[in-house]
């Protein structure tokens, strides 16, 4: 993971040194976003054949990081981002093989990782301020696992749909609201190799980002 981020680091780099050598006008744009995040996820997360949690998602979640953007052609943009991302919540222990002298209690469980989306977008109107749509793959690195018995995988791949509103607040400064929908598409857990479908992580995120062009 650390030489991933180390490689994506070298990678903005050299793309804002060769922009600036070849471009009058910059067409790449760096900044930081925040957000919430609102879990949509199954109430129950199997982690093994017969092992789970049943979840509470009432815990407030959000994430972090730095987003990037280059300008492709008009109106449209190559987006990508590095953000940390929190997802914990209240889960009880389920076994449904196992036989408890005492119910188990609901407790706290970590749930985070790091999350590297890449996506289109484009934006409609090109005004001060314009609307976007956004379409693109999220790519998830879990930094825990939810459960002793049972690993994640150390790559999850997903997708996200989205749209938001951007203003500018000079040529170079930009302030951006976005809403978009993300879902997981291969497994999270290593056993869940068991009947049936397995855990998806599902949310909607809202998101603030502050962009300023190179």
């Known amino acids: 993971m650390k030489q991933f981020i180390l490689f994506l680091a070298g990678l903005l780099l050299?793309?804002?040194?060769?922009?600036?050598?070849?471009?009058?006008?910059s067409r790449l744009r760096i900044g930081l976003s925040a957000g919430l995040i609102k879990n949509l996820s199954s109430e129950k997360m199997p982690i093994s054949e017969y092992t789970g949690f049943s979840s509470d998602y009432k815990n407030p979640n959000y994430k972090f990081g730095l987003h990037i953007e280059y300008l492709l052609k008009a109106n449209v943009t190559l987006n990508g981002a590095i953000n940390y991302s929190n997802k914990d919540f209240t889960g009880t222990y389920f076994c449904d093989v196992c036989d408890f002298a005492f119910t188990p209690s609901p407790e706290e469980v970590d749930f985070s990782f790091m999350e590297v989306p890449l996506s289109l977008r484009y934006y409609f109107i090109p005004r001060r301020i314009r609307l976007f749509g956004e379409i693109g793959l999220n790519n998830l690195f879990p930094l825990n696992s939810p459960g002793d018995e049972s690993g994640v995988h150390s790559y999850v791949i997903g997708y996200k749909l989205g749209g938001g509103l951007e203003y500018n607040l000079s040529e170079k400064i930009a302030f951006q609201l976005a809403l978009d929908y993300n879902n997981s598409i291969s497994k999270w857990f290593k056993d869940s190799y068991f009947e049936g479908s397995?855990?998806?992580?599902?949310?909607?995120?809202?998101?603030?980002?502050?962009?300023?062009?190179l």
């Open 14 to 25: 050299s793309s804002i040194t060769l922009n600036g050598q070849k471009n009058s006008e």
């Open 198 to 213: 397995y855990f998806k992580l599902k949310s909607i995120n809202f998101g603030v980002t502050i962009l300023k062009k």
